[in-house]
């Protein structure tokens, strides 16, 4: 159990094969915390909080994950722990911090399963078979932005969203995801309806909460994405673009229409539609940088 809570924080468990613990398995990196964070898991009473609470504050995980040539030679699989390790969220996480960066997550928790966003048609396409057949109908409201847990699954069609970020099938148990990088991922992130939605909402949040110049704007949307205040050099790339893309929009007034949607428009109205724009497209470069999907 510790090893795969370990797994879930540092990408890699301790043992590396956390589904064969058996003489066919890997030997764990590091035998004696293995041991400990074992008993102290008993001892706490099966406390899973206060397990990762343990993890989470120790000085192992919160190392910066840099690296120099010398350690990347030495240990290039980091089985030694000298740095943190990068880790692409799940897909799930992907989303569902998509969701927070934007301010449109919804907190609330249980209740029945909801339907985000997926291409028309594609149930019926999969899974179009006499007296079973049935069209996927799109969720509204606050269902939309739910945690992806609540998400409804069907394995025979999955969410392409989920899928393409690596999501599993859950038609056998999976102890260890695949992560892949793939050049679709990065479209999903910039094309596909609930990631546009987040940016524009992460735009109406830039400039409201950003201060008069588009620079303090930005600098908010990009410590909102990564946790952490942009240098002066990012912080110079990303205006370049925004002013690019504000000079781009100034000439297109239909592509500005057409970038913040109806319900922007409206609760953005008397705001300067063009400078919104430009910050969502801001919006939609941040939800896709490395740092931004990745743990590290």
Known sequence: AVNRYWQRLFGTGLVKSP??????????SHPDLLDTLAIEFVESGWDVKAMLRLMLNSATYRQSSRVTPAWLERDPENRLLARAARVRLDAEQVRDQALAVSGLITQKLGGPSVFPYQPKGLWLELNNRPGLSSEYIVGSGDSLYRRSVYTFWKRTVLSPMLKTMDAPSREFCTVQRS???TPLQALLLLQAPQFVEAARHLAVRMMQQGGEHPREGIALGFELATAR???ARELQVLMEFYQDRKAWFEQEPQAV????GTEVAVSAEGWDQVALAAFMEVGRLLLNLDETINRG
């Open 19 to 28: 589904e064969d613990f058996g003489t066919q398995g890997a030997w764990p």
């Open 179 to 181: 992560r892949t990088n």
């Open 229 to 231: 205040i942009p240098s």
């Open 257 to 260: 229409r057409d970038m913040l």
